[in-house]
């Protein structure tokens, strides 16, 4: 794995999330991963590193505290929904989310692209070490975590009131991070 700093990860974040997504990483301070991603969820935990985090709401403003926020209704008990899924099913998930229904056929010219969208999606991950967690609310995960996420069904357990969501948790030693997708009709 290659070290990564604060100018790859704010290229890679740019490259794969935009408008009605979220990306965001707080610090692992508690033994429940569960409770700090719920904090990185509602934006209550500053990015221990200062890195850069994306929360862009449909319209381009800003996700933000309170009802506004698309995780403001997450509780504890919603992460029954987040299954373990391998390292490289979680950066083919981030990859899916350029699409509108999170697959690959709805990503423009993804033939072309899939190698850059993997390369950035890697880079966004590798912040969390060799031995992180990975989760995600795509019930392909739950049968097998080492399913080909490019080709899965698109069903999900949805986070949020959002006609559908998706997205991955990478849980590390000492960070959660959350990047998300939304499809809001």
């Known amino acids: 794995m290659n070290q990564i700093d604060d100018t790859s990860w704010s290229r890679s974040l740019r490259a794969i999330f935009g408008e009605g997504m979220f990306a965001a990483v707080g610090a692992r301070r508690r033994d429940d991963w569960r409770l ?4 990185v969820m509602q934006l209550l935990a500053d ?3 200062g890195w850069s985090k994306l929360a862009v709401a449909p319209g381009g403003g800003d996700y933000a505290t309170g009802p506004g926020n698309p995780f403001s209704a997450v509780t504890p008990g919603d992460f029954n929904a987040a299954f373990p899924v391998s390292r490289k099913g979680a950066e083919q998930i981030m990859v899916t989310l350029q699409g509108e229904w999170f697959q690959v056929e709805d990503i423009p010219d993804f033939d072309v692209r899939e190698a850059e969208l993997t390369s950035h999606a890697r880079v966004i991950l590798e912040r969390f070490g060799a031995d992180a967690l990975f989760f995600t609310n795509a019930v392909s995960a739950r049968k097998d975590p080492h399913a080909d996420m490019f080709g899965r069904e698109g ?7 959002h006609v559908m969501d998706c997205g991955v948790i990478a ?5 959660v991070g959350v990047f998300w997708g939304f499809t809001i009709d």
């Open 36 to 39: 700090d991603a719920l904090d």
């Open 47 to 49: 990015d221990p590193r």
């Open 171 to 175: 849980v590390s030693a000492t960070e």
């Open 155 to 161: 069903v999900y357990e949805g986070f949020t009131s």
